[in-house]
């Protein structure tokens, strides 16, 4: 569920924590997803593009999850991104009852479900359908295989995934969380990125300029969420509470709004609840406000020393039995796949070179990233402007040439000339400065072609930016 409208909340009053972004805009970043989330995702989209059905293999095993994953993954890495998947752990006994209600809704959703396919229903069915969805025990575990055989990193969560994406970033060892659970931003990540699998899913998120705008992500800023709110991070959890939560019930009455108005009033729940007429807002009786507080500010995750973050070399033939012969993926699908997954690492070790490196000086690495990319900048307009006074220099030598040569052209052609009618001698004048300036033009346009490619060129370039950086001795990307 994560928290209750948090995320319309943040739109409205601090609307310069949100922003569209493309997802060129993240290339060169690790980006820490969600495993469990992007699964559902995967199996949802699916469903809804093959009449709410799965793939599936010889078995009669679903293989929506497998194949929805590795597209994805390779599409990400195509866009200069480093992923990492962070899988679920064992649920927090705080979550117990939320999980419960969960059941009782998937139970419903399945009658529900089973009354639509025998009316025929098909919007019904496509409705009721996702809620039926879960990622199982052993769908999990087959996409950590499928990740690990593309060398991909993953890291498996004592609790929530969420929690231990966050704490990647705020050790900085990665960029942002990937999930559409507004929770992780609670969990203290830096930067929260939703829709990132927006592109899987066939009912949601697509519009007539979805193609025009590209592939646009949603990001949100912790800093400035807090910076807009005016909330310390502490105020900012027990609002979150109060929206609701999984970890406990929330205060009856209560939505985002007033929740808000009573934290800037009174800073924390304890204060809260002593001063509010509890006839009119009702309070649980038994409100686990303050562990849920702590499973936000001390959750159970990897410390750093024990995270460990492994870029490898894919491992083909392993990846190909495991498609092909495991789960009867088409071979020439699979080699496709393959290719790409090659080519795709070759874009996320070329580009944006500055995140292989962690800060080994007292200068921090993005300033050194920005002033060798000024000066690398002012360099080419330097070079730009020099190579264009040289193009200029021999455009007016090939054209001081070209005339000579005409001029040449055009005596010898006069005393041929001489004895022929002045009509015709001028007719034939005419014709020669007509091809001398033809010849002038096509020489004109030719250089000018050439100047403008080679600007293309310098422009296209500049994303791909090397430089000396001290390496340090954790090669990890962020």
């Known amino acids: 569920m994560g928290i209750k409208g948090l995320t319309k909340f943040i739109a409205d009053t601090a609307p310069n924590a949100i922003k569209e972004i493309k997802i060129e805009n993240l290339m060169g970043r690790v980006v820490a997803i969600d495993a469990s989330m992007s699964l559902y ?19 009669g095993e679903t293989t929506s999850h497998i194949s929805g994953l590795m597209s994805r993954t390779i599409k990400l890495m195509e866009n ?18 939320e999980l419960e209600k969960r059941g009782e809704k998937r139970q419903k959703a399945e009658e529900l479900l089973l009354k639509a396919k025998e009316e025929g229903n098909l919007e019904e069915i496509k409705k009721q359908s996702g809620r039926t969805v879960r990622v199982t025990k052993k769908q999990n575990e087959e996409a950590k295989r499928l990740l690990t055989l593309m060398g991909i990193p993953v890291i498996e969560s004592p609790c929530e995934a969420e929690a231990q994406c966050a704490f990647l970033t705020k050790y900085d060892m990665a960029h942002a969380t990937a999930t559409e659970d507004a929770d992780a931003l609670v969990f203290g990540t830096k930067i929260l990125i939703r829709n990132l699998n927006a592109n899987a899913s066939s ?22 969420v807090l910076k807009g709110l005016k ?20 205060i009856k009455g209560i939505g985002s709004k007033t929740a808000y108005n009573l934290i800037k009033e009174y800073n924390c729940i304890e204060n809260i609840i002593k001063n509010i007429d509890q006839n009119k807002y009702q309070v649980p009786a038994n409100f686990k406000y303050v562990e849920a507080r702590q499973s936000f500010i001390n959750p ?11 870029w490898c070399e894919p491992k083909i033939e392993e990846l190909k039995t495991f498609l092909i012969k495991e789960h009867n993926f088409n071979e020439v699908r699979v080699t496709n796949y393959i290719t790409r997954l090659l080519k795709a690492r070759k874009v996320t070790t070329q580009r944006r070179l500055d995140t292989f490196f962690t800060t080994c000086t007292k200068k921090s690495t993005k300033l050194i990233i920005e002033e060798s990319q000024k000066e690398l ?9 020099r190579e264009m006074n040289d193009n200029s220099t ?77 390496k340090c001795t954790n090669d990890i990307v962020c």
Request: aromatic letters at 6%; hydrophobic letters at 25%.
């Open 300 to 310: 159970k995750v990897l410390e750093k020393n024990e995270v460990k973050i492994d």
């Open 41 to 59: 995702q995967f199996i949802i989209a699916i469903r809804d593009g093959d009449q709410y059905g799965n793939l599936m293999n010889e078995s």
């Open 377 to 385: 900048l002012k360099a080419k307009g330097k070079g730009k402007k």
């Open 394 to 470: 021999k455009l007016n030598a090939k054209k001081k040439k070209t005339n000579i040569k005409d001029e040449k052209k055009n005596n010898e052609k006069m005393d041929e000339l001489k004895n022929k009618s002045d009509e015709n001698l001028v007719k034939d004048e005419d014709d020669q400065d007509d091809y001398g300036q033809n010849l002038f033009d096509e020489k004109t346009n030719s250089e000018s072609g050439n100047i403008k490619n080679e600007s293309t060129k310098e422009d296209i370039s500049s994303n791909d930016i090397t430089m000396d950086i001290p």
């Open 80 to 97: 200069g991104l480093k992923p990492i998947y962070v899988f679920d752990g064992a649920p927090p006994e705080l979550k117990g009852s």
């Open 203 to 224: 009912n949601k998120n697509k519009n007539k300029n979805s193609s025009k705008r590209g592939y646009i992500l949603t990001e949100i800023n912790l800093e400035q």
């Open 231 to 250: 909330l310390t991070m502490d105020e900012f959890i027990d609002f979150c509470i109060l929206c609701g939560c999984d970890y406990c019930d929330t």
